[in-house]
Antibody, heavy 121, light 108 residues
């Protein structure tokens, strides 16, 4: 069974930093691209970042480019999101999500339970 | 940037009725479109990937269709557990990335 478990969230002041982690199990982690998606309270879904299976290709939404860095450690089946220069508008529930495999192009077929990040003074 | 528009914003139906949800892209996304269901307090659940392929374990009453800019999700006969918010999502190749529509709430 695929499991994704996020950790590392919390309350941080504007301008501060946090590092989110996502522990993966139940699948061959290195074979799949992974993503971070966030959801502000009561709002819709926003894609944040993606990383290829090997970790060499990374992509970001314009809203976080230059402030957030995605990485992975395939030896530890772990995904990370380093968030710097946090703003109030970064307050959200952050999900890690696994891209659907094979030749499929669009879809995230497994999601964690989410971790809350609150940016407030 | 590609913008997804979902309609209607809210769909009020009864169990047993047919639901048709629309997702329109501001430019072609080929068939690189997915649909998700989200219930309150839960993570999204993938229903359809690549426009028309049901994800593993998804009941046959869910179906997706469309290509380029116009897509739809159909629930053939609503079950009580289907009342939720539904999001569409595109994948872009150039520039690489993803985006979500604002959602359609299906309620009683």
């Amino acid at each position: 069974e695929v499991q994704l478990v996020e950790s590392g969230g919390g309350l941080v002041k504007p301008g501060g930093s946090l590092r989110l982690s996502c522990a993966a199990s139940g699948f061959t982690f290195s074979n799949f691209a992974m993503n971070w998606v966030r959801q502000a309270p009561g709002k819709g879904l926003e894609w944040v970042s993606a990383i290829g299976g090997g970790g060499d290709m990374t992509y970001y939404a314009d809203s976080v480019k230059g402030r957030f860095t995605v990485s992975r450690d395939n030896s530890k089946n772990s995904l990370f999101l380093q968030m710097n220069g946090l703003r109030a508008e970064d307050t959200a529930l952050y999900y890690c999500a696994k891209k659907v495999g094979g030749i499929a192009m669009a879809g995230f077929d497994s999601w964690g339970q989410g971790i809350l990040v609150t940016v407030s003074s | 940037d590609i913008v997804l528009t979902q309609s209607p914003a809210t769909l009020s139906l009864s169990p047993g009725e047919r639901a048709t949800l629309s997702c329109r892209a501001s430019q072609s996304v080929s068939t690189f479109l997915a649909w998700y269901q989200q219930k309150t307090g839960q993570a999204p659940r993938l229903l359809i990937y690549d426009a028309s392929n049901r994800a593993f374990g998804i009941p046959e009453r869910f179906s997706g269709s469309g290509s380029e800019t116009d897509f739809s999700l159909t629930i053939s006969s609503l079950e009580p557990e289907d009342f939720a918010v539904y999001f569409c999502q595109y994948r872009s190749i150039r520039p690489p990335g993803f985006g979500f529509g604002p959602g359609t709430k299906v309620d009683i």
